[in-house]
């Protein structure tokens, strides 16, 4: 993660900084920086949680714009600081408008803002839709294998919900040696449902895949859950459609009502930020009047701070941190500038001199 900001150091034999130049990157173009690369992607996620827990991070609440004409629909601005070797500073601002889906196009749309830590200055602007997906697929494909290493290892798995992060959560649990005897699908859309049922028997390592008529099939049917809805708030409410005790990837964080948690384990990538915006574990610490159902963060379970048994249910829920962002747009930036396609705009920043 060089990011770019070596470029504003100051200028031999002056004091003069140098301002980065500011590049644009498009979806195109993060989309080849990241194709094939899920094991070093899950790598780079791992690596960032190890140094947000070692606290060499900033990750500040995430800002939500609301709006009461549209009630389902907000925005939100995720920024974050990434120290490390190659440290980096930025904001995620992403849109989550789950009406775009009737039209056609996804429910979310994204910019990732990358500024170098040196001055300050902006030096990249790419599409982050793919980024925000990759990052959030690499987080679960990690957690589906440090939750599931004492127990055996899931061989069924169903999707709760087959948008685009059900598909990149397929895709990197495929690209990181995963693989499957059967595939459950369930979707409230069933045009949604019959979409991820063609693009899953496609993919490489296809196998069966079959289409649930109810969630409570595809949960009890399944060793490893994904869930992966717009849901605003818990629709799973009987901890007993969990007793066979699989590995849940509550990716989209609303859906487990509290009676489901307080049976689990539950593991989150960060306890702070997990446990506000009214999220299950949210509303479950309302309930509970405590924290204790949180056993520990995905960084724990890597340490070894933390066990997971089989003889209970393991949740992951992931609030999605910022830093996750810098570091997949960080190694984004790299991969384009070392193509030599990086496209920059010049005299972006026209008023380089305070007096002119």
């Not at 900001?5 to 990157?25: D, K, M, N, R």
């Not at 690499?138 to 290493?149: G, K, P, T």
């Not at 960080?330 to 920043?349: K, M």
Request: charged letters at 20%; a negative charge; hydrophobic letters at 40%.
């Amino acid at each position: 993660m060089n990011a770019g900001h070596a470029q504003s150091t100051l200028a031999h034999g002056s004091s003069e900084i140098i301002v980065p130049p500011f590049a644009v990157i498009p979806g195109s173009q993060v989309q080849r920086a990241l194709d094939g690369r899920e094991k070093e992607i899950v790598e780079l996620v791992e690596a960032t949680y190890r140094l947000h827990g070692a606290g060499r991070t900033v990750n500040p609440p995430s800002s939500f714009l609301r709006f009461p004409d549209r009630p389902a629909s907000r925005m939100i601005a995720l920024p974050a600081s990434l120290g490390g070797e190659s440290p980096v500073d930025g904001m995620k601002w992403i849109s989550s408008f789950p009406e775009n889906v009737r039209s056609g196009i996804p429910r979310a749309s994204a910019v990732l803002i990358l500024n170098d830590p040196s001055t300050g200055y902006p030096f990249a602007c790419m599409e982050s839709s793919i980024i925000s997906a990759t990052r959030t697929a690499a987080s679960a494909a990690s957690a589906a294998d440090r939750l599931s290493r004492d127990r055996p290892r899931p061989t069924r798995i169903g999707f709760f919900g087959t948008g685009l992060i059900a598909r990149y959560v397929h895709m990197f649990l495929q690209g990181s040696g995963w693989s499957f005897d059967d595939i459950g699908v369930y979707d409230l859309s069933l045009d949604s449902a019959a979409g991820f049922r063609m693009y899953a028997e496609q993919s490489r390592n296809a196998t069966r895949v079959t289409v649930h008529q109810g969630p409570e099939e595809l949960i009890r049917t399944s060793d490893l859950v994904v869930f992966a809805t717009v849901a605003g708030e818990p629709h799973v409410s009987d901890p007993e459609w969990f007793d066979h005790n699989p590995v849940v990837l509550h990716v989209s964080l609303r859906d487990l009502a509290p009676q489901v948690l307080m049976a689990s384990t539950n593991i989150v990538d960060d306890i702070e930020h997990c446990l506000r915006a009214a999220t299950s574990p949210h509303l479950t610490e309302q309930l509970t009047g405590n924290r204790d159902f949180v056993h520990g963060t995905l960084n724990d379970v890597m340490a070894g701070r933390v066990d997971v048994p089989a003889d209970r249910p393991a949740v992951f829920s992931p609030f999605g941190l910022g830093v996750l962002d810098l570091a997949v747009g960080s190694y984004v930036y790299d991969q384009v500038a070392r193509s030599g396609e990086l496209q920059t705009v010049d005299d972006f920043f026209h008023e380089r001199r305070r007096y002119g």
